[in-house]
Nanobody, 117 residues
Framework: QVQLVESGGGLVQPGGSLRLSCATSGSIFRLNAMMGWYRQAAGKQRELVARIISGDSTNYADSAKGRFTISRDDAKNTLYLQMNSLKPEDTAVYYC??????????WGQGTQVTVSS
């Protein structure tokens, strides 16, 4: 069974930083065509935050540009999201997503990020 295990969420003050991590097995990590982070705020639809497409091309939501950085460590089979200058509107459950080259989607369980003073 494929698992994506997220960590790094928590409570942070506005202007603060967090780094989210998403770990998975090596076999699935190497098969990925795309990995990314989505978020879902209360009462809203899930939305893309950032993603890496095979070949290391990256996409960011406009709200994340200049503040968030997506990266991956192939040696650790881990995807990261560095979030700086956090705002209250960044409060959401953040989900890790992986799509394999065969088009199969996998999701993590989500990690809560709360930005509040």
């Amino acid at each position: 069974q494929v698992q994506l295990v997220e960590s790094g969420g928590g409570l942070v003050q506005p202007g603060g930083s967090l780094r989210l991590s998403c770990a998975t097995s090596g076999s699935i990590f190497r098969l990925n065509a795309m990995m990314g982070w989505y978020r879902q705020a209360a009462g809203k639809q899930r939305e893309l935050v950032a993603r890496i497409i095979s070949g290391d091309s990256t996409n960011y939501a406009d709200s994340a540009k200049g503040r968030f950085t997506i990266s991956r460590d192939d040696a650790k089979n881990t995807l990261y999201l560095q979030m700086n200058s956090l705002k209250p509107e960044d409060t959401a459950v953040y989900y890790c997503h992986l799509r394999t080259r065969l088009g199969t989607d996998y999701w993590g369980q989500g990690t809560q990020v709360t930005v509040s003073s």
